[in-house]
């Protein structure tokens, strides 16, 4: 097994959700962040992050310039695929550098091998990888890689690391100083001392930044009481379930490293979607905290990594937040209507998609003339989340009896349920 094993379970995750990614693309089935994060890499050739997703520069919403590295690869190949195929390699390339750093604190390579497979089978990692793009699907890779670089004390690599986590995301800028101060508590004086210094350097000037513009960024609420504790609870069984609770034996000291990330999620007050959902990109440094701590626990408990996988494939199947779960078809695709999306992504007009039309600014929004409006369309209709109609997605593939289902979004629907126009 060992490395090996690794590998090819991470290109196995890479073909069968990149796959998957594409169908929902196809679909027109994903939401308004993968076209705004398409349309802002593709305006920073001008020298601007302005999108027509948040209609306002993305820079002043998030501190999130490490995305433009990712620029010119849009720039050469400008289309929504290429931002799927980056967030599921980095998923991928994430469960190979965490099975490293496993087996950097001692743990055995083949036991570091099933670690790395669990992580790409827990519901949180499989979200990333099939849900909108986001800053935080690069949470998992370099929140390991700068775990590494730290536990082999080479200085330069780490914070060039931390930089680059620092400029996801204003909330990793706390994550980091706080992993800073263990690390120099802890493990390595000078090492932690220069990560907060450099976290402290990047808030800073993110704060000047939006001083400047007199804007704020777009962070969500937070309440005094937990939100939707029960839900938490869920989301932390089914986080730590494919890990065989291997987090747990960490201790309770070492675990408390871990609170301010659950507090995030904890008291973060209603917002876009449920914050407890265990696939959202919310859960990205939690599940990377959980991962790294699962690998400790490994240390003093290496039988545990037996039961990881079994438990994994049961998360995977009965918890997951994907169309990868049982009952779960994937989407029937109305190739007209993708066909119209691509007509605006190539076309030379400027036009305004209405925002129950998400599915098509994914498609679309590498155009700089698309927009997308910032209400619904008059006769919005809204699409179940899952085909769970098994003879309907078979006979789309030509098997079994030949039927033509009524479609909502790529899911067959019964004949009284009104179909919306995909077409703005």
Known sequence: MKNRAVLLAAGAFTVVYFALDLNRLYALRYGADLGTYAQT?????????????EWRPHFQVHDSWALALLAPLLWFFPSAELLLLVQVVAIALAAIVL??????????????????????????????????????????????????MVRRRALLPALAISALLLGLKEDEIFFVAWFGAACALFWDRRLGIAIVALAAINGAGFVIFEALHHVQPHDPGYTLLPHDPVGVLGLL???????????????????????????EILFMAPWTYEPSRIGSHYTAPLLAAAALAAAAGLQVRPGLAKAMVPLGLVATLFFNDTVLHVAR???????????????????????????????????????????????????AVFCPAYDRDAAAFFSSLGIGARQSPRL?????????VPTPSPFP
């Open 41 to 53: 890499l593709m305006n920073l050739q001008h020298g601007s992050s302005w999108n027509f997703g």
């Open 99 to 148: 099975a490293a750093f496993a087996v950097e604190i001692g743990v055995d390579r083949r036991v570091a091998a099933l670690l790395g497979i669990a992580f790409l089978l827990t519901p949180s990692a499989q979200g990333l990888a099939y849900d909108n793009f986001s800053e935080n699907v690069f949470v998992p890779l370099l929140a390991f890689s700068g775990a590494l």
């Open 237 to 263: 069984l089914f986080l730590l379930l494919p890990f065989a609770f291997a987090p747990l034996a960490i201790g309770w000291k070492r675990l408390l490293l871990g609170l301010p990330l659950l507090a």
């Open 329 to 379: 078809w994937p989407y029937i695709v109305d190739w007209s209507a993708y066909a119209h999306a691509i007509a605006l992504r190539e076309g030379t007009r400027a036009a305004t998609i209405p925002r129950d039309q998400e599915g098509v600014w994914a498609v679309a929004a590498v155009n700089p003339r698309m927009r997308l409006a910032q209400t619904p369309g008059a006769n």
């Open 408 to 416: 909502c979004g790529g899911v067959p629907v019964a004949p009284n």
